[in-house]
């Protein structure tokens, strides 16, 4: 964990959570992208360590950030990053 998150995490446990969920999102995208997904488990225990909070904490950013119009998604017990809409324009 960073120094600033840490610091944050024994000062103003408010603004730590809202760091923390978007240093989350960032860190499981890095492992996804690295890998092409990412086994639940595995990104359980891993962001559960680099942000040092608890496994249940992680479990609920993954419950958040897999709901049906977030970043991830989360297949046969697997995360990936959730493809993301075409823009494509109605044909005339």
């Known amino acids: 964990m960073d120094k600033k ?3 944050l995490k024994s000062t103003d446990l408010i603004s730590f959570n809202t760091e923390a969920d978007q240093v ?3 860190m ?5 992208e690295h890998g092409g997904g990412i ?7 891993e ?3 680099e942000l040092d909070v608890s496994t249940e904490t992680i479990k609920r950013y993954l419950t958040k950030h897999t709901a049906s119009r977030a970043e991830f998604v989360l ?3 697997f995360v990936f990053l959730r493809p993301k809409p075409s823009s494509s324009k ?3």
């Not at 499981?28 to 996804?32: D, E, P, V």
């Not at 086994?39 to 225990?45: K, N």
């Open 5 to 7: 998150l840490h610091n």
């Open 24 to 26: 989350f999102i960032a």
């Open 28 to 32: 499981l995208t890095k492992l996804i």
């Open 39 to 45: 086994s639940y488990s595995s990104a359980v225990r």
């Open 47 to 49: 962001c559960a360590f």
């Open 75 to 77: 297949e046969k017990g």
């Open 90 to 92: 109605p044909s005339s």
